[in-house]
């Protein structure tokens, strides 16, 4: 098996990043001018490095995906007052929060949802199997709605979930479709980023254009990261980054 698809323990993302995803193509809307190119954006509002000093860090991960007709909040970083903190100075209101997508039970992703629940509960959230009864209990005593998924499941229009993958810690991923090619979003890439990335693909049949999240690939030697790079390069995995002055470090990935 591939090195990159076990014990992996690190965090692409380093920073609160604005990653702004234009795509080329014209959805079709009421909402949408004629000739408008829609703008589909995912928004860094938890990590444990920061950019800016108006914003509050923490360990665990949590973004912010716009576009795809509902806004959505992926995993919920592990302590909800800083959550919302950042998602107000970097603009997001967290009543446009419509679906709350959770990777993974570990509590550096799920810290903040209680939390956040309290300000906004109005929202969809989605579940790997794995998590507790008690935890689907909580959520639905806080008064949001809950959805369970175990295999591949379309969430939204462009918006999937892997369903629940790995052998040990159990995990589920989000796949964005775009124009460019598939963007994919992780909490840990407990079950490996290869073996998601391969998922998303034949799930698909499209080529992945992105990864971002959480990767953990901290336990691997130099070699080893090359051989997961070389991988995912195989798979037509890549990424383009352009820096721009902004407070927030605005890193945009232009995908026409």
Known sequence: ???????????????????????????????????????RRITVVFNDISHAVQLQTGWGFSCVVEGF?????FDAGSDGK????????????????DMII????????????????????????VL??????????????????????SEPTQLLDGVYSTGEMGDQIKEQALILETSKGLVIITGCAHPGLVDIAKLAGQYLKKDVYLTMGGLHLMGLNALQVKECIQTLKALHVYSRTKNTPDDAQFAAFALN
């Open 102 to 125: 959770l990777s993974h039970m570990h509590a550096d992703h799920t810290g903040g949802l209680e939390h956040f629940l309290r300000r906004n509960h109005k929202v969809t959230v």
């Open 1 to 39: 098996m591939n090195p990159c698809t076990r014990r992996i323990e690190s965090v692409l993302l380093k920073g609160f990043l604005v990653l702004g995803i234009i795509l080329s193509s014209v959805i079709s809307s009421a909402h949408i001018v004629r000739g408008e190119v829609p703008i």
């Open 69 to 73: 007709g509902r806004t959505i909040l």
């Open 128 to 149: 790997p199997r794995s998590f507790g009864h008690s935890f689907v209990q909580q959520i639905k005593y806080l008064g949001a709605d809950v959805l369970v998924v």
């Open 82 to 97: 800083m959550l919302i903190s950042n998602m107000e100075h970097l603009g997001i209101n967290p009543a446009s929060i």
